[in-house]
């Protein structure tokens, strides 16, 4: 007789950990499968930290698969929004970057408030960092705010716990210890592809990651439940089209790492460790916005599938350099007849790849703006010395495109007005950094996808962005599994 779950999660992201930590509580975890292509959390050792280059670790990346996802293994911050809530209007809450739509639509604020409270306490039970980055200074923090209104910049002040790359593969061991004793945890398996019938999904189909020629098998789960990460966002939109599972049109935010010295970004990492900023510049009025601010940090290079390479930041608690990364990323949002926005930022991706010869390029803001190359002689005798020692100096503009880089470039400019030295010429510029969330899912209020009994949640889908959003995803989709199973 067939084994059938009730519930078989794909992923090992924040959002599937956190709904199998949930479905535990509830006492609804005895029948619960979670699958993902990467390793356990104690195995995902990068070797580029040994080898000083990156070897494309096959079959799978060990920094964006495995359990606890990419975005815990980058710097592991969690971004605590229902202490920042207070004073927001209730239809105009930042839930960070693209996501949190859903959220809003279907939960009231005081919902939103006690389910980010409520996942932001798992987390401390766990030992994430009782201290809270940006708490104090606020008369500081006010300071730059009004700074940044005059340049038509929006400075939000969101409280932090900074869990630090190296202390977040304690704090994840921690969990995948206590979910393991419950629910199921299949390692190094890639789903192939869901099993639907009659308009509903009956399983997955599964495969070790590391053997291609093995035989597949089918999982039966009366619930699956998609909770990829961004890594997953290409596999995801192809399950689409296949099975028709409608989906719609979001936005590829596609940008820079920018690598700078503490000592410009000295008041903003005091005061805020973390401060984003939204801005519209001219003259295209694209969205920008600065991600994944990591002060004393290093610029990481992580590999997605078919050996793409993309830039990344991490904050380490203990190991420090004399430099700030963040991301400056562009939201393009494509109107009809284009339809392919991930395959539009593979190929940026792809070409800045080709340019760097398989790595990440680097490039002097001041060489940029004097329309030329950065050459290895002149990275070299550069004044900011680049932490991500395989990035190959060249020209990122080659590849990025005119008007973002148009964006990118302004917006540089106008933070300049607010954080002297923003703008200095010796200033790194490191391609490509993306964010793929461009395949958004339609589901209903149970997270529902148009086919029966298969649901999405977690930033691959598009209902979320960032760490402590998909977290809270994965909580909620445990709730609503609890009045089904």
């Avoid at 080898?51 to 799978?60: D, E, M, Q, S, Y």
């Avoid at 005081?110 to 708490?135: C, P, R």
């Avoid at 340049?151 to 190296?166: S, Y």
């Avoid at 977690?458 to 609890?482: P, W, Y």
Wanted: charged share 30%; proline share 3%; net charge neutral.
């Amino acid at each position: 007789m067939k084994k059938e779950y009730d519930v078989a999660v794909i992923g090992m992201g924040p959002s599937g950990v956190f709904l199998a930590y949930e479905l535990i509580q509830l006492k609804k975890a005895n029948n619960v499968i979670l699958i993902d292509q990467g390793k356990r959390v104690e195995n995902r050792n990068c070797p580029i930290e040994k080898t000083g280059k990156c070897l494309k670790c096959k079959p799978n990346c060990n920094i964006t698969s495995g359990f606890s996802g990419a975005g815990a293994f980058s710097d592991g911050k969690l971004l605590s929004y229902h202490l920042s809530l207070y004073n927001e209007k209730e239809d105009n809450i930042y839930l960070g970057g693209n996501g949190g739509s859903y959220i809003k639509k279907y939960m009231s604020y005081q919902e939103i408030k006690d389910l980010l409270s409520y996942t932001d306490d798992v987390y401390l039970k766990f030992g994430a960092d009782v201290k809270l980055e940006g708490m104090e200074n606020k008369e500081e923090i006010k300071e730059l705010q009004s700074k940044a209104q005059k340049e038509d910049l929006n400075l939000i002040d969101i409280p932090i716990r900074h869990l630090g790359t190296e202390k977040a593969h304690d704090l994840y061991k921690k969990i995948e210890d206590y979910i393991e004793k419950e629910v199921e945890l299949r390692f190094e398996t890639t789903v192939k592809d869901i099993l639907i019938e009659d308009g509903k999904a009956k399983g997955v189909i599964v495969q070790p990651a590391n053997d291609k020629d093995a035989e597949e098998e089918i999982i039966y789960a009366k619930n699956i439940v998609s909770a990829v990460g961004r890594k997953g966002a290409k596999w995801l939109e192809q399950m689409c089209k296949k099975h028709k599972i409608k989906s719609e049109l979001g936005n590829v935010d596609i940008g820079i790492r920018y690598e700078l010295p503490d000592k410009v970004m000295e008041k903003v990492n005091k005061y805020m460790y973390e401060g984003k900023v939204i801005a519209r510049p001219e003259p295209f009025k694209d969205k920008v916005r600065t991600f994944c601010q990591n002060p004393s940090g290093f610029v990481a290079a992580e590999v997605y599938d078919n050996g793409l390479t993309l830039v990344n930041g991490h904050s380490y608690k203990d190991k420090k350099s004399t430099n700030t990364n963040l991301a400056i990323l562009v939201s393009h949002h494509f109107e009809y007849p284009f339809k392919k926005p991930i395959e539009y930022g593979v190929n940026i991706a792809n070409n800045l790849n080709e340019l760097g010869n398989g790595n990440i390029v680097v490039q002097r803001l001041g060489d940029i703006q004097r329309g030329k190359r950065t050459w290895p002689e002149e990275l070299k005798n550069n004044s900011v010395e680049a932490t991500l020692k395989t990035a190959v100096p060249g020209d990122i503009t080659f590849a990025l495109g005119y008007r973002t880089m148009t964006n990118i470039l302004e917006f540089i400019r106008k933070m300049d007005k607010v954080v002297e030295g923003f703008a200095n010429p010796d200033n790194l510029l490191y391609g490509p950094e993306i964010k793929f969330y461009s395949n958004e899912l339609v589901v209903d209020k149970n997270f529902q996808t148009s086919i029966e009994n298969l649901y999405s949640i977690g930033d691959g889908g598009g209902l979320t962005t960032g760490l402590m959003m998909a977290s809270c995803s994965g909580v909620q989709m445990a709730r609503i599994l609890d009045k089904i199973i």
